[in-house]
């Protein structure tokens, strides 16, 4: 059965408290005491626990580890079965900021200290926003939960993808109408490539987000007039060709060379920052199949 769409102004009001959050310089700061933010204005989307994408995800990247909304949200509150079309699940874009993108430009080995910077602060940032959105809709008599924040959260094995886990932050924005996929693997949105992703699923009901394409790679300007690929000439390691991602390398190339250099370097602790492909390319602030290059984007700030 499904529930009746409810909580006509629920969603306009984790907007407006996702928003806010951020637009506070205590929560969003490059690192912390810091006045310049981790992040931009966050574009947010929504999607049905019942989503038939939920389950696809599961089959095709590993029914033995991958969750649906339900089975998250199951081992958030055991004791309270849930049916998916009981759920909505909320999922949020950051954007980087101008000047860490343009400080990332000049990046062709190493990472910029800024982009080092948003990968540590900023993903505490967004681990904190996650810990607030679930208190938020408590307050809204609402049960949520993060399921990167979930104790079961783990990296897996996917026998087509390799490295996963149990959930993905960039799938789920994908299924919530927020983006496409590009050659690199990153999730190309309306504010670009350039970002972090959250989310939370809660028990709640209303309209879901409408998602504005048919494929799941039709952002990305590889898979439209192959005459891109300029991610693949900014990756240091090669890991990217047309072909797609290789994440062995990459992953290689993080582990050996770009964190070291951060411990080393810059922050003094080992960080997996790297996202060269993000950067100078022509999907880093804005979707390229819709909007000229170089025209200013919803996430830009200060
Ligand atoms: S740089 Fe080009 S090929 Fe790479 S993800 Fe962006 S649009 Fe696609
Ligand atoms: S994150 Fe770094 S190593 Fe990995 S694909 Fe992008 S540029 Fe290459």
């Given amino acids: 059965m499904v529930v009746k769409m409810a909580h006509h102004n629920l969603l306009e009001k984790i ?17 912390p005491g810091s006045a310049k933010p981790a992040f931009g204005v966050p574009l947010i989307g929504a999607a049905c626990g019942e989503d038939p994408l939920f389950p696809f995800l599961k089959n095709d990247i590993g029914t033995d580890f991958y969750w649906t909304p339900e089975q998250a949200y199951g081992l958030a509150f055991p004791d ?29 080995n190493f990472p910029s200290i800024e982009w080092s910077k948003a990968r540590h602060y900023g ?6 926003l996650r810990q607030s959105v679930v208190r938020f809709l408590k307050e ?13 959260f783990k990296k897996s094995i996917s026998d087509r993808y390799g490295f996963a886990s149990s959930w993905s932050e960039r799938h789920t924005a994908y299924v919530c109408g927020l983006g496409t996929f590009g050659l690199s693997d990153g999730l190309i949105t309306s504010v670009g490539k350039a970002i972090r992703v959250g989310s939370v699923i809660g028990k ?4 879901p987000t409408t998602r504005s394409y048919q494929r799941h790679q039709q952002w990305c300007l590889h898979f439209n007039d192959k005459k891109c690929m300029v991610c693949a000439r900014r990756c240091p390691a090669d890991a990217i060709s047309s072909e797609g991602h290789d994440k062995k390398k990459c992953k290689t190339y993080i582990r050996s060379v770009t964190a070291p250099h951060v411990e080393q370097e810059q ?14 390319v022509p999907c880093e602030s804005f979707n390229p199949t819709r909007r000229k ?3 200013r984007t919803l996430g830009e700030v200060g």
């Fill in 15 to 31: 907007e407006e408290y996702i928003t806010g959050w951020m637009a506070d310089r205590a929560n969003n700061a490059i690192e």
């Fill in 80 to 108: 309270q079965p849930v049916k998916p079309d009981e759920l909505m699940v909320i999922s949020w874009v950051l954007p980087q900021t101008k000047e860490t993108r343009t400080a990332h430009r000049q990046a062709k």
């Fill in 123 to 128: 993903e505490m940032v967004n681990g904190k």
């Fill in 267 to 280: 922050l003094g602790v080992r960080v997996n920052s790297c996202g060269i492909c993000q950067t100078k």
């Fill in 140 to 152: 809204q008599g609402v049960k949520s939960c993060a399921p990167m924040l979930l104790p079961q």
């Fill in 204 to 207: 709640m009901r209303f309209e």
């Fill in 293 to 295: 290059r170089g025209s």
